[in-house]
């Protein structure tokens, strides 16, 4: 028994070496990237930034729960948004830690927690729910240069717009319909699993039409989240919704591709490899040359690291909780964060990096190199 | 202190110069508090006296059950293949029962590379156990334990095994003695007991650890901030009331709620676990008794101890628990074995019906657990968006 205990010390002092993630050498001035993410503290909403191997640098109680932060670019702004039936989006200057700016949601309106900018940082597009008009679907426009004023919005034709990413030509916007329709006044039920219709939407921002549409293969997979490669392949993350009979759960893919106007693909893995996620993606999140990918899945606690152009699963590790994803480039991996507040890279292997004690990160990272 | 051969002598300076101040400061707190901290208690003794011994008990009976089966198939005598093939049906219920008292236990090893669905292949809902076993039989395959581990889920583990033991036409003694494939049934059977002592064994090993690695046990029971598992103690204790909740729940719904049906017209004993061994009663036992150890310690300090001293968690709740444990064991002492055979009985059906009940109240109360010590099982996980 002595000795086992000593192995152990011994053990738990080799598994102290966290590595710093810019290289011990480098006391250069380059500074480390800064990670955002809401995050609650026991009943507490919060606004966190989380500078690696450093790490808090603010944390701001909000009133509500978000989803998930971006950076303006050319910026020190970052926005984040409510999750549904969430109605505000905070602005915030990440280099003073405080928040900006606040903006509500036109009357009848809610968010659902993601947004984009234009490239230069103009325009903030925000996915809605005009939930008093049977819930349509809606992409807000609001201009950043004026206060964050809504100038204008986008019809979908669509229920449920959730992810949303500016593809490479700089105009076009990629959408995930979620196809789901919720109203505040039913909390967060979902109301037409019998009706719904899922897609992945192009949207011209020069003309405000949707210019692409891409269905869901499956009637209850909902496309909730995606990330674009350089080249402009798109990857999405579904979840599969439905109160059906559980004998006749669907076992099939929940991550899909999609190239030109091919339709979408769906990786392949085995069944366990999707029962692993149990119906539920996330986060996902591409490398920016686009060749690897990862999913989370707090539900099956795991996260999976593909191969993009094969679509082939290299590795998956058991996270709990997990869902933020987020690519660093000058690591060369992945970051992954979990409710319990801890931040994992994820490459070949899998390593903690810190632990915020006090924090469940929620759903989405982003990491501000 | 002497030093051993095994442990780089990098490791062991660095162990040194980083433990020994923390030791001291933390002998030092003790001595001012003059009480030993309960969490570490609490979790060493879940993992090291209440876990890894069902571990091993498991190990223990797939042990057995690989020999007996290994010496069933050498038999050449009918009356002698008949004895062995009845000490093996036992020998597998055994094991069988060994298994339900870990199978609640949601955390660990069993969690990784699908091990849990390659123990057993459960719900079955279409019967591919058959299927597969049988075109593997047919098949001109290689019959080992590599073989079977790369095969199906459904053809590995003990449901597998309980299919060509029990199964009136798979497992019957003819079909080890007579015809064509007899001797590829008997390696299919000897492969699939080898492998799932293989699975058994490392299941053991990794939660007692070794030289070159930490013990779940030990992973689980000293939580930090470097521990990439578990950051703090509520993540241990956690992980304790998933088990609880959850593991009741699946006894519940999987194991009772879906076979007994909203009536005894809607009852159905083909969806009982083990239905093929009528071994069903005896696994809902072991899985309650299992849950009970974890909630009382086992003989030693339990999660009740820990919840009476050092929690303000309502004595009424923890009362509530006591009684609706005692509730549903005195319920399931009630019942006749096997189930498959009586659940369409109106006397047994309302039994079974009561038992439910029970096993209702007994999880809705350790369901209202985690929101009252303020521990959230999952923050991502009951997200939704």
Known sequence: MQRRKFLQLAMAGSALSVLPLAGCGSKSSQPQPLLLSGSDNGDQHTLCGWQLGQGERFRLPVEQRVHAPLMRPNSQQAVFVARRPGTLIYVVDVQQGVIEQQLSALPGRHFYGHAIFSADGRWLYVPENAYAEQGAGKIGVYDARANFQRVQEFDLDGIGPHQIALMPDGFTLAIALGGIQTHPDYSRDKLNLYSMQSALLYLDTRSGQVTGRFNAPHQHLSLRHLDVAKDGTVMVGAQFQSSANPDEAYTGPLVFIQRGEQPLQAWQASEETWQAQQHYIASVAMNSSGTLAITTSPRGGVVNLWQVAEARLLKQYRVKDVAGAGYLPANGGFVVSNGLGQLFKVSNELQLLEHAASTRWDNHLLINV | ?385
């Open chain 2, 1 to 385: 202190m002497k030093r051993t051969k095994q442990i780089p002598l990098q490791a062991l300076e660095k162990s040194t110069w980083l433990r020994w101040p923390l030791l001291a400061v933390f002998a030092l707190t003790l001595a001012a508090c003059g009480k030993e901290p309960a969490e570490p208690k609490l979790l060493a003794h879940t993992a090291h006296e209440v876990i890894v011994p069902l571990y091993a008990a498991l190990d223990a009976e797939a042990v057995k059950q690989l020999e007996l089966s290994q010496a069933f198939c050498q038999a050449t005598e009918p009356d002698q293949q008949q004895s062995l093939q009845q000490q093996l049906q036992k020998q597998w219920r055994a094991t069988m029962s060994a298994w339900a008292g870990v199978q609640p236990i949601g955390f660990g090893p069993l969690e990784d590379g699908n091990l849990r669905w390659k123990l057993q292949f459960w719900p079955d809902r279409k019967d591919l156990t058959r299927k597969k076993i049988e075109a593997l039989i047919a098949s001109d395959d290689e019959l080992t334990a590599a073989r079977v581990a790369s095969a199906s889920v459904s053809v590995q583990g003990l449901a597998a095994l309980e299919y060509l033991l029990f199964d009136t036409s798979g497992g019957a003694l003819e079909g080890y003695q007579n015809g064509e494939q007899a001797s590829r049934r008997c390696l299919l059977l000897q492969a699939i007991a080898e492998r799932v002592q293989q699975v058994t064994h490392r299941l053991l090993n990794e939660w007692y650890g070794d030289i070159n690695k930490l013990g779940y046990a030990d992973t689980y029971s000293q939580p930090g901030a470097d521990n990439a598992l578990y950051p703090n103690n509520n993540a241990s204790i956690a992980a304790l009331l998933d088990t609880l909740v959850v593991g009741s729940e699946v006894v519940k719904r999987n194991k009772l709620g879906i076979p007994v049906g909203k009536d005894i017209a809607h009852a159905k004993p083909y969806r009982l676990e083990a239905w093929r061994s009528q071994h069903s009663l005896a696994l809902m036992r072991a899985s309650v008794a299992t849950l009970e150890q974890l909630y009382r310690g086992n003989g030693g300090y339990g999660l009740q101890h820990y919840l009476v001293e050092e929690t303000d968690v309502d004595v009424a709740l923890l009362r509530d628990i006591d009684e609706s444990f005692k509730a549903t064991n005195a319920q399931l002492l009630q019942l006749n074995a096997p189930l498959f055979s009586q659940l369409k009985q109106p006397e047994q059906h309302s039994k079974l019906v009561e038992l439910h009940r029970r096993l209702n109240v007994l999880q809705g109360n350790l369901n209202k657990l985690p929101e009252s010590l303020g521990i959230r099982l999952g923050f991502n996980s009951n997200d939704g968006d």
